[in-house]
Each structure stands twice: as structure tokens, then as C-alpha cells.
């Protein structure tokens, strides 16, 4: 008997500690995690465009999941599909359009979130409004003359290209081997160049946006991209393809790259007047209002040093 009183006064004591050590470390709502969500992942997870029925623009389409079903498990952070999507446990890592992917803190964030039940909000607290801010599925793109930098066009890629153009898209593999999930990926020079700073002309990524090398992008058009749309991302090229942060991107100099389009007076593909000296490779002779594939490098100044050109 005097043992179980113990007990008793042992667990009050417990409850008695415990409670305000509970209210000090207020649970993790939905409320907190939902502009993470809406800056970063709703651009491509929104109920009217969701990659793999994911959409993370209300609490309810977090809790529903993906075509594979849930990605949030109640009390196992490590075990949500969510979570090592965002950690990079699983593969490939969100945000798509990273880096830079979700600083420390927001993973943490979210993490105890998963782990204190993936409350939507604490009882008697202030309600959740479905959607916390309005989706950033269709940003304001700026105006003609004014500063364009990745954050304008990452959407315009994330909501028409991306479907294909990444890792594990419609396609299988990225088609050509061209990703646009990233800054870094959308301006490599690996293989060849598809965007030249400063020089819209000669980026293949607006050549084909326009429909001046086929197949037009997006693949899937029409509808190809508005005007508008265009005009934004000719003008971030023409820029120097500044990153979000809004440095330029420096030229490639010496980069291999291929452009197509038709040849017109003078060495020029549609207006890009090319450089062709005594070593450059010319097949078929090709006449102008012919469709040519050119290949070349890049010099310094992003001119395109023809070594070859051939009607296709
Ligand atoms: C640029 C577009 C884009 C952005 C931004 C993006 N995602 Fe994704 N997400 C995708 C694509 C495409 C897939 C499918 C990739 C694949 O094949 O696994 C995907 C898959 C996922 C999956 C896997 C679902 C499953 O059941 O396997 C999760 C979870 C996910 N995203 C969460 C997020 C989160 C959280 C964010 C923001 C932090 C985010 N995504 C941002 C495009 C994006
Ligand atoms: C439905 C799938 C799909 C979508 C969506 C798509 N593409 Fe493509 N993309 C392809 C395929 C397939 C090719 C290869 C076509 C060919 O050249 O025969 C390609 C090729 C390209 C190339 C040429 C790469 C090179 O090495 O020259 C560029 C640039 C490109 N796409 C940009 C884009 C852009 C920008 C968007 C979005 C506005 C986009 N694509 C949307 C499927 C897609």
C-alpha cells in the first residue's frame, strides 16, 4: 500500500512537471510550415498543376499524398517520404530546384512538425485558413526593361519544362541530357552550351521556346509559352542569366554548342551572324532558307565560332 501511494504522488509530481515544460515548447502547427511550402514547393505541388498528384498548397493535399500514396506518417519524420525528399535521403532532392534546397532550421521545422503529429493547429488556438497565402503557382513576371533573374523564369521552367526536362521525368531520362530542375544544371556547359549568357540568339532554350529550331518547345505544345513568358526569358538571357540573387552568369568561352535554324544572307542562323573562317567545316553547301545544324564553340564574347554547317 505505501508503495502505490508513492507511485501515486511520483506520477502527479510527473504531470506536474511535465505540463509547463509543455507549454514552453509550444507544438509545431501547420501554420508554420505552410509558407515553407508555399515559397518553395507550391510552385510545382498546387491542385491545379501537381507533380505526381502532390499538392502541398493546403493541409489537406499534405495529408492526402502523392499517386503513391501518403508522405507524411503522424509521429516518423525519418520515415516520411516528405521529409527525406526535403533531408535528400531520398532522391531526387526538393525543392527540384535547388540548390540552394531548405536551410537547416526549415528541415527542422518541418521534422518536428511530422513528429509532433502534424498538428494543423493547437486546440483553441487561431484556425488555419486552407490555403495560407496564395499560391505562387502564376508570379507576377516583370515588366519589359525591368531586372529578370532565375527567380522569374525557375516557375516558367518548373511548370512547362521540367515535367520532361529532369531526371526522372515523362521521358525517362532528360531529353538531349538537358535538365532545367536547377540554376546550375539549366547553365551548364558539360556536354554543350543551351543557354549563352548575354546572347538570347544563341541559346538553344530560346530558339526553341520561339520555334526557331524544332521541335518547338515545350514538346507538349501547343499551348507553347505566351509572348510574355518569352519576352521574360529572352530578356534574363540578354541579362547575362543572372541567378535568383540577381549576379550574371559568366560566358563559357571555349564551350562546344549546337544551334539549328535557318540560314539566311551572310553566315547568319536567324539573325545570329556566326563566325566562319577557312577551317570551318561547311557540307552540302548550304544555301540560304535552308534548315542548318551548326557546331561550334563559344568564344569569349559569346559569338559562336562556327567549325561546322550542314543542312539538316
Ligand atoms: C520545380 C518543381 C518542383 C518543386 C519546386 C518541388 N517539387 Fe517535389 N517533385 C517534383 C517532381 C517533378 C517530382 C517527381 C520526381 C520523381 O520522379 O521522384 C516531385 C516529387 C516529390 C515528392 C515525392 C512524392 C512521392 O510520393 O514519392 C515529394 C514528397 C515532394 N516532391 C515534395 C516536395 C517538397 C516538400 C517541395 C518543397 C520543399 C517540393 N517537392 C518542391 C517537382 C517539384
Ligand atoms: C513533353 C516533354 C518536354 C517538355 C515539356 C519540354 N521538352 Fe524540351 N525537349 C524534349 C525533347 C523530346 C527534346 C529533344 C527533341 C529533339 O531535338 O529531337 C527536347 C529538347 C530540348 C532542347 C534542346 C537541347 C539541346 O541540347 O539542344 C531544349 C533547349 C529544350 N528542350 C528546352 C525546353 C524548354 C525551355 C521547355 C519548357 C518551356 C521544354 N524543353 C519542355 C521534351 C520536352
Known amino acids: ?11 502527479v509530481v510527473l504531470a506536474c512537471c511535465a505540463l509547463p515544460l509543455r507549454g514552453q515548447e509550444s507544438p509545431v502547427t501547420y501554420a508554420e510550415v505552410a509558407p515553407i511550402f508555399n515559397q518553395r514547393c507550391v510552385m510545382c505541388h498546387n491542385s491545379a498543376a501537381a507533380m505526381m498528384e502532390l499538392s502541398l498548397d493546403s493541409y489537406a493535399g499534405v495529408l492526402k499524398g502523392s499517386s503513391n500514396g501518403p508522405v507524411v506518417a503522424a509521429g516518423d519524420a525519418a520515415g516520411s517520404e516528405l521529409v527525406r525528399r526535403i533531408t535528400g535521403a531520398s532522391q531526387p532532392r526538393m525543392p527540384l530546384t535547388g540548390p540552394p534546397f531548405l536551410s ?8 518536428q512538425w511530422v513528429d509532433g503529429g502534424l498538428l494543423e493547429a493547437v486546440a483553441g488556438g487561431e484556425p488555419v485558413p486552407q490555403v495560407v497565402e496564395a499560391p505562387a503557382a502564376e508570379p507576377e513576371l516583370p515588366a519589359p526593361g525591368e531586372a529578370v533573374t532565375y527567380a522569374h523564369v525557375a516557375p516558367i521552367f518548373a511548370r512547362r519544362c521540367i515535367k520532361c526536362h529532369a531526371e526522372s521525368g515523362l521521358m525517362g531520362g532528360p531529353p538531349e541530357g538537358y535538365l532545367l530542375t536547377s540554376y546550375q544544371a539549366a547553365l ?20 526553341r521556346v520561339r520555334g526557331q529550331s524544332s521541335p518547338r518547345m515545350p514538346f507538349d505544345g501547343p499551348p507553347f509559352l505566351s ?24 560566358v563559357p568561352a571555349g564551350a562546344k554548342i549546337r544551334i539549328e535554324g535557318l540560314l539566311e544572307p551572310g553566315w547568319r542562323v536567324d539573325g545570329l551572324r556566326l563566325v566562319v573562317t577557312g577551317s570551318t567545316r561547311i557540307d552540302k553547301s548550304p544555301r540560304p532558307g535552308d534548315y542548318v545544324e551548326v557546331r561550334g564553340r563559344l568564344d569569349r564574347n559569346g559569338n559562336v565560332l562556327a567549325e561546322r554547317i550542314r543542312p539538316r
Open 1 to 11: 500500500m505505501p508503495g502505490r501511494v508513492s507511485c501515486l504522488a511520483l506520477a
Open 104 to 111: 537547416e532550421d526549415e528541415i527542422a521545422l518541418v521534422e
Open 188 to 207: 551548364s556547359a558539360g556536354d554543350r552550351v543551351r543557354i549563352v549568357p548575354g546572347n538570347p540568339d544563341a541559346s538553344m532554350v530560346v530558339r
Open 227 to 250: 509572348a510574355e513568358e518569352i519576352r521574360v526569358i529572352e530578356d534574363w538571357v540578354a541579362q547575362g542569366a543572372p541567378d535568383a540573387q540577381g549576379q550574371p552568369a559568366a
